[in-house]
């Protein structure tokens, strides 16, 4: 969408909007902090992002990426800034082309500062010398497909001292066709709304959004200020010098007149704010806060869909997805990327195009060896993993190997069944209640249009002890209400789904639309998220050393215990399904995994591992009884035999 189009909603609606800036991190770790970032400021509403650009190189490239990453994974309007510093018109046209592919629709077309072994800017052969170029270019080229949006400087710039000469720049830019100008930082209100005034009086009438750059540090507030060249009120001044060694006070100080600045530019009649957030969240979070403007005070805005829509450019009608990545947005999003089409009212075939490979970056388990093992500890039993479950679904840990995100709201009314299923050995990943004509705009289960209603199956999925899998299928079998599917990690397929279809599990019914049916239960997707599922937990076991017993407890479960999903079709029976398992617990759950001593006798198998050790390392035997091989420095280590944990019928 167009920020012009969002600009003039909040105009018309008289409700005010904000926006982020994002810079392109330096490395590895430091895009993948951001992306974790802009997922979690997500919910604090903004319209759109921007995501910086650096001239040439590999962080130009991350530019485009970050952009198709935003868009696609995230569902986040991006602007992408596109400077001529050292772009000749074939890497330009690159970039849009690959902006364009990515679904983005805004470019913030900027003329950028010189490179930092130059002194003064100069074009590069074949290049542009202004930013008016670049818009008359990007104009000719995509005709209305972008939205172009240009800079402003209400202070002057680097290497322009004079305004005035600076707002005929402007006005340039803005009849070269740009619809939209985001302005520098300024700290001074008055000189703004000044400046505005010029501005209209001069012609320029497309809308002009005030840059907000939030106060961290002193150091950093003044350094900012003497670049931009901006003046700072006397009495920020007075109120800051005293603390200025003192960051927590700066920053309570920084947000109360950051605060006050903001109120006085809405109350102007200026209803945009596009905030400079350096890539960090808490300051510009207690700004918002402070400004009444978070969905917690103005009122949470319910989703189109119940999962995080798309904005890629052959994504965005789609409004069908397999419930079993609900928690992991980002790999389904990852493994679908080749496809051509995406489903629209109704699921489709998807043996055609083939999910992804497993391979491909972003599905495997996320995060360090050390991090994991700070996060989930050292598991030595199955009762160890099944406290790892219920801290999630307590709230007390942020994720699981099979969930990237926080527990939410949604499971409250399943909260006590969830905790007692994984307290007796079942181990779930994957649930939603029963619901049975939730308003549309209820704050936990709704979606889509307002004045609907949306309804949900319960459902299920766990991962199952071995033993235990044929009580509960029969048990499954006996009610005609239920459908399951079980699965090993081998690929062995069981099911009481008839031909393996689309089972809708989610519905919303709205005036005047068809039915949606936004999640789905089918076959071949949990096919293809058993791979997943199962890699996930071998991810996890491969943190810890070959010697350690929670590498081989938890490849235990990897390797005998089986993933199964089960829905209830009656959407008015909230509780059937956790029905199912009354009297049935996993017994010797505190049985722990001991390593023993140091033996040649024992080959050990080859098995893929993530922690960059390329050994050969065993797992354990599905087999109870069985010794437990493994590698250590080369030598064979065999422990005791160990009795794995069994359920129990009472």
Not at 75 to 96: F, I, S, Y
Not at 351 to 374: C, F, V, W
Not at 510 to 522: A, F, L, N, R
Request: hydrophobic share 35%; net charge negative; with cysteine.
């Amino acid at each position: 969408m167009h920020i012009k189009d969002k600009l003039a909603e909040s105009n018309r609606t008289g409700k005010p909007m904000f926006s982020f800036e994002y810079y392109v991190p330096k490395t590895a770790q430091g895009v993948q902090n951001l992306y974790d970032r802009m997922d979690k400021m997500h919910a604090l509403g903004p319209q759109f992002i921007d995501i910086t650009w650096n001239a040439g190189g590999r962080l130009s490239n991350l530019t485009l990426e970050m952009v198709a990453v935003a868009q696609s994974v995230y569902g986040l309007e991006t602007c992408m800034h596109l400077t001529c510093t050292g772009m000749p018109q074939e890497k330009v046209d690159n970039a849009l082309k690959e902006a364009y592919k990515s679904g983005c629709q805004n470019i913030l077309a900027l003329r950028g500062d010189p490179p930092r072994e130059k002194e003064k800017w100069e074009a590069v052969s074949g290049g542009f010398h202004y930013a008016k170029d670049l818009v008359k270019h990007i104009r000719a080229t995509y005709g209305d497909y972008f939205d172009i949006g240009v800079a402003g400087y209400p202070e002057g710039c680097e290497d322009q001292d004079d305004p005035e000469l600076l707002m005929q720049h402007l006005k340039e830019k803005v009849d070269a066709g740009a619809s939209f100008i985001i302005t520098q930082m300024f700290y001074d209100v008055d000189i703004f709304l000044d400046w505005v005034k010029k501005c209209r009086a001069i012609g320029i009438t497309v809308p002009i959004i005030p840059g907000i750059m939030p106060i961290q540090t002193y150091a950093a507030f003044m350094r900012r200020a003497t670049w931009t060249k901006c003046h700072i009120p006397e009495r920020w001044l007075e109120l800051l010098e005293p603390v200025k060694n003192d960051d927590v006070a700066v920053r309570d100080i920084g947000k109360d007149l950051i605060v006050e600045m903001c109120k006085k530019i809405l109350d102007a009649g200026i209803l945009q704010l596009h905030f400079y957030t350096m890539n960090l969240a808490a300051a510009t979070r207690m700004i918002l806060e402070g400004l009444e403007l978070t969905p917690s005070v103005t009122g949470i805005s319910t989703p189109s869909l119940p999962w995080r829509q798309s904005l890629a450019l052959n994504r965005k009608e789609e409004n069908v997805r397999p419930i079993f990545w609900k928690n992991r947005n980002k790999s389904y999003v990852q493994r679908t990327q080749e496809w051509d089409e995406f489903p629209n009212g109704r699921w489709g075939d998807s043996r055609s195009p083939a999910y992804g490979e497993l391979d491909t970056y972003g599905i495997g388990l996320r995060g360090t060896n050390e991090q994991n093992m700070k996060l989930w500890g050292q598991p030595k039993s199955i009762r160890d993993i099944s406290n790892l479950f219920i801290s999630y679904i307590n709230g007390k840990l942020s994720s699981l190997p099979w969930s990237e995100q926080e527990i939410t709201p949604e499971i409250d009314t399943i909260k006590d069944q969830l905790l007692e299923l994984n307290k007796r050995g079942f181990l779930t990943i994957n649930s939603q209640p029963a619901v049975n004509g939730a308003k549309s705009s209820h704050p936990v289960y709704g979606w889509g249009p307002t004045n609907g209603y949306v309804y949900q199956k319960a459902y299920l999925e766990l991962l199952v002890h071995p033993e235990m899998l044929a009580e509960l299928i029969t048990r499954i079998e006996r009610n005609p209400e239920l459908t399951y599917y079980s699965v090993d990690s081998t690929g062995n397929l069981k099911t009481n789904s008839g031909d393996g279809g689309p089972n809708a599990v989610t519905w919303g019914v709205y005036p005047g639309k068809e039915i949606v049916q936004p999640t789905v239960v089918e076959s071949i997707s949990f096919l293809a998220w058993k791979d997943e599922a199962y890699r996930l937990g071998r991810d996890w076991a491969s943190c810890y050393s070959a010697a350690s017993p929670s590498r081989h407890i938890i490849n235990s479960v990897m390797e005998s215990w089986y993933l199964v999903n089960i829905v209830h079709n009656d959407f008015h029976d909230a509780t059937g399904i956790f029905a199912l398992f009354d009297g049935l617990e996993v017994t010797n759950m505190d049985e722990t995994f001991e390593v023993g001593e140091v033996s040649d006798c024992v080959e050990p198998v080859t098995t893929p591992t993530t922690n960059g050790t390329g050994k050969k390392v065993a797992f354990a035997s599905t087999a109870v009884n069985d010794a437990i091989p493994t590698e250590v420095n080369g030598a064979t280590v065999e422990s005791a035999s160990v009795q794995l944990p069994r359920p129990v019928l009472n």
